[in-house]
Structure formats: structure tokens, C-alpha cells
Nanobody, 115 residues
Framework: QVQLVESGGALVQPGGSLRLSCAAT????????IGWYRQAPGKQRELVAN???????NYADSVKGRFTISRDNAKNTVYLQMNSLKPEDTAVYYC?????????WGQGTQVTVSS
């Protein structure tokens, strides 16, 4: 059974930084891509960033230049470095792992940007 364990969410002031981690455990066949989504209260879940097995990255326009996604293949872990955080980045951040025939979600980690 594949599990995704997220960590790193916290309360941070505007302009601050956080790094989220998502570790995938279990028997994991070929990974298509892995990434981060977020959901703010009253809003739909949206893509933040993802990275493919080949290393190609994709970012939401709202986070380009501020967030960086990276991956440690040996540890099956994906990271999201978030800089210059804004109050509108406040949300629950979810990790999503896409395999050949299925996908998995993490449990979510809360990021709150507030002074």
C-alpha cells in the first residue's frame, strides 16, 4: 500500500519561507509525476507545482519565481521550497503521486501566512 507522508506546514509571516516535504512509502511502481496542490477555505483544490519522472516541472502562475519543486528519487521524496510567502498562499497543501494506472493523495499540511 502506497502512503504519502507530508510535513513542513506552519504559521509564517508574510515574506517568510517554508519547505514542505512529501515522502512516498510502500511498493511504488513507475512514477509518472508527483506534485503539490492546495486548497484554501471555500475554494477548489488547485495545482501548485509538479515534477515528472524525467524532471520536467510545472508551476501555477501565482507561484512562479517564488516556489521551487524538487525531488530526491533515492528517497521517493518531493520538496516544495516556498519563498516570499503571501497571505493568499494560506491553504492546506496536498501531495499527489500519479502512477501509471492510479494516483494517491497525502493527508495535507496546513500553511498559514499571517502577521
Amino acid at each position: 500500500q502506497v502512503q504519502l507522508v507530508e510535513s513542513g506546514g506552519a504559521l509564517v509571516q508574510p515574506g517568510g519561507s517554508l519547505r514542505l516535504s512529501c515522502a512516498a512509502t510502500g511498493r511504488i511502481p513507475s512514477i509518472i509525476r508527483i506534485g503539490w496542490y492546495r486548497q484554501a477555505p471555500g475554494k477548489q483544490r488547485e495545482l501548485v507545482a509538479n515534477i515528472t519522472s524525467g524532471g520536467s516541472t510545472n508551476y501555477a502562475d501565482s507561484v512562479k519565481g517564488r516556489f521551487t519543486i524538487s525531488r530526491d528519487n533515492a528517497k521517493n521524496t518531493v520538496y516544495l521550497q516556498m519563498n516570499s510567502l503571501k497571505p493568499e498562499d494560506t491553504a492546506v497543501y496536498y501531495c499527489k503521486l500519479v502512477l501509471l494506472y492510479t494516483y494517491y493523495w497525502g493527508q495535507g499540511t496546513q500553511v498559514t501566512v499571517s502577521s
